[in-house]
């Protein structure tokens, strides 16, 4: 534990020097929080008090706005419009909206099944907080920041646990997670060459695009793997890809204690420079990770599920701290979700005790094909944006966007469900060989 | 009474050796018996293991006052933790102390609850 400790400290203290690399993307530049004091309707111009200053500036209306849009004396996020001129405001988000039951109970309920998906299969719950929080009214970059927030401390909760288990490989975790932020890093820069060059629309587009491609065609693979598993395949076999790649021996080789593999550098620095240039693409790096741990460097599912908690957790944290920084995180927000999943998250832990290795590929296979399906319902309304197809009718874009939500509802519906049917069933199992054995042994 | 004869006997051939200058043997004829009477407390059947409730409570009431004073103090939250800058220690800090704290009441309750890992043996 103590090792442990001292090498996540270590890295702490190294990640401040990658200093322009973010976990999720940057925060967002041209934005300024405060109050507005005053309006003025026939000039549309405002007061705005800065926060942390004291004088006021003045600010211009946008083309789309009204004066109405404008709270007086409520604290606000402001994006301005660089392109229109100076303080000119392009769009005006409530920073904290206020916390109805309703909305606490939702975000209580979220929390706890995206924590059960996060303790089994190491990723996940981010890629359906943030939209359900952004459903829930939240503006977002705020969902981002608050998600983010709540996303380091779980996965760090969740990798304990699963490291008591004996499950977590830690040098595996933190190679991966060194080489994630350098990936990160190069993410970041191609999805900046396509937003100056396709702009916004261009940049949905391409997110999307990897997005359905990525899910699609690794959830599919590891759902063709599970399924030869569940049928008597050997448990214990690596992939074919893992034995080749283990066959190459470009030193510096790295013998990885828990996940049991010898293999060259070479080969684990390209998984990670994927999952980090991914979590900058998709915010969801873990849908590559783990399938790449398994299947190229050929640790088992549950290894690679828990190691991936320890790059969450690395990632998470120094995304965390550059959100902070910028004071986008809705702490309100952060610890309501961590109630629910701080327990979703160790009961998830607690069923890969209980489960063979391909329920684990099961439960991550099906999430990422029913994510891919959200993510797609979306790639019609992205292509009329950028006029390559016709523009889609109302109806069509609110049935898509419906379709989108729930989908991604269903996904952690579906997963949840899969846990828990197959941990109750492990554990009943466990209790009935625990009493066969004390029958045996006691007469 | 057995276990008393043998523990009598034991002590008595320890200090046999311990007279003729053999110690090490002495110690750890005595360490023996030490294992021998710990072993039962060391391993008990799960049916007998005491749950941790006081834990739960404690760290339970302390989550939960924690919740409370979040809930009761928003305004003030909602100014200092977004002020950017070096006060981005501050919603990261909570954080990471409400998760042990947090994190400590859930697997109290967990293990309440009878929810426990499988033994691998």
Known sequence: MKKLFLIIMGVMLILPMVTSAFAGGPPPKDVMKGVFISVDDTARTTEFKKSGSEGTTQLVLGESMVPADIRINKKVMVSLDKHAGENVIKSVDIMFMDLKVSKIVALLIIGLIGGLLSGFIGSGGAFVLTPAMMTLGVPGAIAVASNMCHKFPKAMVGAY????????????????????IIGVQIGIQIQKYILNHFGNAGSNLYVSFVFMVVLVFVGGYVLYDAYKLSKGGDETKTSKLALRMQQIKIPPMIHFKVAKITISAWVTIPVGLFTGMLAATIAVGGFIGVPGMIYVCGASAVVASATELIIAFIMGAWGSIQWGLSGLIDIRLTLLILA?????????????????????????????????????????????DLNLVAPVKPQLAHT????????LVAALASAALIISVAMFRGMAQAKMEAQTEHIVSHG | MKTGVN?????????????????????????????????????????????????????????????????????????????????????????????????????NMLTILGIEPKNKK
């Open chain 1, 161 to 180: 646990k699963r490291y008591k288990y004996g499950q977590a490989d830690i040098k595996l975790g933190l190679v991966m997670a060194v080489t994630a």
């Open chain 1, 340 to 384: 629910g999943s701080l327990i979703g998250v160790q009961l998830g832990a607690l069923g890969t005790t209980y489960v063979k290795d391909y329920m684990i590929k099961l439960v991550m296979a099906s999430t990422m094909l029913i994510v891919a399906v959200s993510r797609g319902a979306k790639i019609p309304g992205y292509l009329a």
């Open chain 1, 400 to 407: 898509l966007a419906q379709v989108s939500f729930w989908a």
């Open chain 2, 7 to 107: 523990s009598f006997d034991r002590h008595m051939t320890a200090a046999a050796f311990a007279e003729a200058g053999e110690f090490d043997t002495a110690t750890e004829l005595l360490q023996e018996q030490k294992d021998a009477v710990k072993k039962p407390k060391k391993a008990p059947s799960p049916a007998t293991r005491k749950k941790p409730y006081t834990g739960m409570i404690i760290f339970g009431a302390l989550s939960l006052s924690g919740y409370a004073a979040l809930m009761t103090h928003q305004g003030w939250v909602g100014e200092e933790f977004t002020m950017g800058g070096w006060h981005a220690a501050y919603p990261v800090v909570t954080a990471v102390i409400f998760s042990f704290i947090h994190g400590a009441f859930a697997s």
